[in-house]
């Protein structure tokens, strides 16, 4: 087994699924920030016109 | 609900696909070890041309019909769909620089026109911010998602009209679906990353999506009440 052919394996997989857990979970806390806006903008009553 | 289930699913699915690829399956005898990063590859790639599939048919559905749940699908697409390009570069660097002898050559057509294809997305997501105003942006978004596509089959193709280093298409002949000519357990470790990862890619389609809704909620909701204070809480053009 070559040491260094298993270092691009890793920085593969490590990078990847790193990557795509970060994501995932900038997302959750999108959503959380957008879901507690749009509750704020429901309850904040509408201006008499 | 149905949502954190899936999203467990994934990230279990995921998890056992890896620790397959990487300790079930014996090494290939010609490439050694990198060749466990094609799994990842391939389903990087596959899912990265899905992405941009549907938002491609999303922005030829806002066009026709103005409907916003069509924009939030063609942003949900374009931003995953970079994702898993981004992905899909990476772990072909990975692997070219073992097995090629090079982490990138601007002269193989299927490198260059998926670097192309990443950059023609980024630039989709760049105009979104462009302006505030979501019928404006939806349709700039949905022109140019639709003009990005074109690269999509180019990108495919690219390996059938042009000579370079990358291999020809993994399934591109039928037959080749039905009677692979790699290891059965070779087979097995690409068709798990393929169910694990298209797991991966509903999950964060469906959270895409629904952030895309909840925003376009907020700006209109911000515009006809004229409460312009809260405009920067519902982050609007992201």
Redesign the interface.
Known sequence: MNVSDVVFVISAYGVILGAIAIYAFTLIRRLRRAQQAADELEETPNPAP | MATRVL?IGAVVA?AGA?AFS?FVVP?DLNQ???Q??MY??VA?AWFAYLSFVITAVASIWWLVRRDPRADAVALAGAEVGV?FT??TI??GM??G??VWGTFWDWGDPRLTTTAVLLALYIGYLLIRRLTDEPVRRATRAAVVGIIAAIDIPVVHFSVIWWRGLHQGPTFGDPEHVLNPAAPSQFVAALLLMLGAFSL?WL??ML??Y??AR??W??ED??RR???TG?AA???PG?
């Open positions: 999203g995921v890896t990487l090494a050694g070890e990198p466990r990063i990842l590859h990087s994702v981004a992905s990476w772990a990975m692997w620089r073992p991966a999950w964060l959270k895409r629904r952030l909840l925003e909620d907020a909701a911000v009440s004229g409460l809260l809480a519902s982050e992201s």
